[in-house]
C-alpha cells in the first residue's frame, strides 16, 4: 500500500514538474527587427513611417483602424451614422476608455485632436487629411459630431490613418518621447540607438492581447539583421532588409518567410524647382534613362512590381503607365541636348538609410551616367534626410517609399517636398474629394495619373514588396500593409 501511495506520488510530482516546465516554455514576449528608427513617437507630428510602425494600434488608436486586409474598421468609434447629403458624421465612441495614464477618454478628446490637426499652426504631416472640416462638436460624452464642407467618401478611411490617432489634451506634448495613448500596450522604455519597448495594457477596454511585452530592435545593417534572425536574437523581422538571403531562410522549417504587398510607392523623387529640374525634358529624360528592372532585380533581388505612376497596381483603379517612361537611353540623350545640357549636367542625389534607397541609389546613378547625367550620392542619416530633404526641400534627386495608403493627394501640396505646382491637377484632386460615385472616381483617379505621369513630375521606379522573417511558431504578423503598421494586437506564440 505504501509503495502504490509512493508511486501515485512519484506520478504527481512528475506530472506537475511537466505542467510547470510547459507555462515557463510558453511565450508571451516578442522581439521584432526594425531597420530605421522614429525620429520620435508622435504619429501626428512626423512623416517617418517608423513612428507607425512602432505605436499604430499597439499605443494609438483612431476613431477607425486599418485592418490587416486594408478594410477599414471601428476602433474608438464602435459605428458611425452618415448624414443623407455626406456633410455629417455622428461617431459613437466605446464607453469604458482611458488613457494609459488612467485618464477617461471621452468626445471631447477627439474634438480636441482632429481641431489640433486642422488648426493653423498645426505640424500634422498630413494636415490635408483634415482640411475638408468645418466643425467638430460634442454632442454627448460618448458621441460627436464632425461636420465636412464637402461630401468626402473617404472621411472615414482618412480618420485610420495613423495621423488621426486621438490624443488626451493633458499628455499630447508629450506624445514625442513619452506616448500615451488607448492602445492594448503602454510605452515603457526608448534607448535610443537600440531599442522601444512596450507593456502589455491590462486596462485595455478592448479585446485583450496574447503578448506581455514587445520589444522593437533597430538594426540598419542588412547583414546584421540576417545575423540576428539566424542567431535568434530577433524573433520576426516584418520589413526585412536583406532580400538576398530571404532563400536561406526559406529553406529552413524554424523560420517563415512572408511575401506581400505594401502601400510603398518607391519613386526617384525629383525637385521640380530645382534649377536643372524646372525643365520638363530633363525629368523625362530621367525618366527614360532609368531601368526599372535592373533597379527591381540589382535593390531587391527581383521583389517589387515596377510603376510608372504613384499608384498601388494592386489597387483597382491603378492605370499601368510604365510604357509611357519606357527605359530608352537614346531618348533621354535627345531630351538633354533638347534642353541645352548636351555636355551633361550634374545633380546631387541625397539617400535615406533603407538598403532599396542605398542600393537602389548606386543603380541609379550608374544609369544617369549612362546618358550624361552625374550624380553627387550623400548618404544621410532618417534624421539627416527628414530635416534637410523633406522638410528643407535642399537636394536634386533622392529615393524613397511613399509607404502611406491612397496618397496621390500629396502632388495637390504645392508645398510638399518635391515641390509641383500644378493648378489642373490640384482641382482635379479637389473634385475627386467632393465624389463619391464609384465610376466617376475612377474615372479622376486615371486622370490623376496620367497627369503626373506626363508632367514626369518623379521618376518611378517599384512598388516596394512586404518581406518577412519571423520564427516559424509567432502566428498573427501582417502579410501586407495596408498601412505603415506592425500591428501586434493579433500575435501570439504556438506550440
Not at 530633404?389 to 493627394?409: A, C, M, Q, W
Amino acid at each position: 500500500m505504501n509503495g502504490i501511495g509512493i508511486g501515485r506520488l512519484a506520478a504527481l510530482l512528475a506530472s506537475l514538474a511537466f505542467l510547470a516546465s510547459g507555462a515557463q516554455a510558453a511565450r508571451d514576449s516578442i522581439v521584432l527587427g526594425m531597420q530605421l528608427e522614429p525620429p520620435h513617437l508622435n504619429p501626428t507630428g512626423g512623416a517617418a513611417a517608423a513612428i507607425d510602425e512602432v505605436v499604430y494600434a499597439n499605443v494609438f488608436e483612431g476613431l477607425t483602424r486599418y485592418g490587416p486586409d486594408g478594410s477599414i474598421r471601428p476602433a474608438l468609434a464602435h459605428s458611425w451614422d452618415i448624414s443623407d447629403d455626406g456633410l455629417v458624421y455622428t461617431f459613437h465612441l466605446n464607453t469604458g476608455v482611458t488613457f494609459h495614464d488612467g485618464s477617461t477618454f471621452d468626445a471631447a478628446d477627439v474634438k480636441f485632436s482632429l481641431d489640433r490637426a486642422r488648426g493653423a499652426d498645426s505640424t500634422n504631416a498630413q494636415k490635408a487629411l483634415f482640411a475638408g472640416i468645418a466643425d467638430v462638436s460634442v454632442i454627448d460624452d460618448h458621441k460627436v459630431q464632425v461636420t465636412l464642407l464637402n461630401p468626402n467618401g473617404t472621411f472615414t478611411t482618412n480618420m485610420a490613418w495613423g495621423d488621426a490617432i486621438i490624443l488626451d489634451p493633458d499628455s499630447a506634448e508629450m506624445a514625442v518621447t513619452n506616448p500615451i495613448g488607448t492602445g492594448p500596450f503602454r510605452f515603457k522604455e526608448w534607448i535610443q540607438g537600440d531599442r522601444i519597448e512596450l507593456v502589455r495594457n491590462d486596462d485595455y477596454w478592448g479585446e485583450p492581447v496574447t503578448l506581455a511585452t514587445a520589444t522593437f530592435k533597430f538594426i540598419s545593417d542588412p547583414t546584421a539583421a540576417f545575423s540576428a534572425m539566424m542567431a535568434g536574437d530577433i524573433d520576426a523581422f516584418p520589413g526585412f532588409p536583406s532580400p538576398e538571403t530571404l532563400t536561406m531562410f526559406e529553406g529552413d522549417p524554424s523560420f517563415t518567410v512572408i511575401v506581400g504587398s505594401t502601400e510603398g510607392e518607391t519613386i526617384l523623387s525629383t525637385n521640380n524647382k530645382a534649377e536643372h529640374l524646372r525643365d520638363v525634358r530633363v525629368r523625362q529624360a530621367i525618366a527614360h534613362a532609368i531601368n526599372r528592372e535592373e533597379i527591381v532585380d540589382g535593390a531587391m533581388f527581383g521583389f517589387g512590381t515596377p510603376i510608372g505612376t504613384h499608384f498601388a497596381p494592386h489597387n483597382p483603379d491603378y492605370l499601368d503607365l510604365t510604357e509611357q517612361s519606357a527605359h530608352d537611353p537614346e531618348k533621354a540623350i535627345q531630351l538633354l541636348a533638347e534642353a541645352g545640357y548636351a555636355d551633361g549636367l550634374t545633380l546631387r542625389l541625397m539617400l535615406p538609410p533603407p538598403s532599396y534607397a542605398r542600393r537602389g541609389g548606386e543603380i541609379v546613378a550608374a544609369q544617369l551616367r549612362d546618358v550624361g547625367i552625374g550624380t553627387e550620392i550623400s548618404n544621410l542619416e532618417w534624421a539627416q534626410w527628414l530635416e534637410q530633404v523633406f522638410r528643407g526641400k535642399d537636394y536634386d534627386l533622392t529615393i524613397v517609399s511613399h509607404t502611406e495608403p491612397n496618397d496621390i493627394g500629396i502632388y495637390a501640396r504645392p508645398d510638399y517636398y518635391f515641390q509641383y505646382d500644378n493648378a489642373d491637377f490640384q482641382g482635379l484632386i479637389a473634385e475627386l474629394s467632393v465624389t463619391s460615385d464609384p465610376g466617376a472616381r475612377t474615372e479622376l483617379l486615371h486622370r490623376a495619373q496620367r497627369m503626373i505621369a506626363d508632367d514626369y513630375v518623379n521618376g518611378y521606379l517599384f512598388q516596394l514588396a512586404k518581406l518577412g522573417v519571423a520564427n516559424a511558431k509567432i502566428v498573427g504578423l501582417w502579410a501586407n500593409s495596408p498601412t505603415q503598421a506592425n500591428d501586434l494586437t493579433g500575435v501570439y506564440w504556438q506550440d
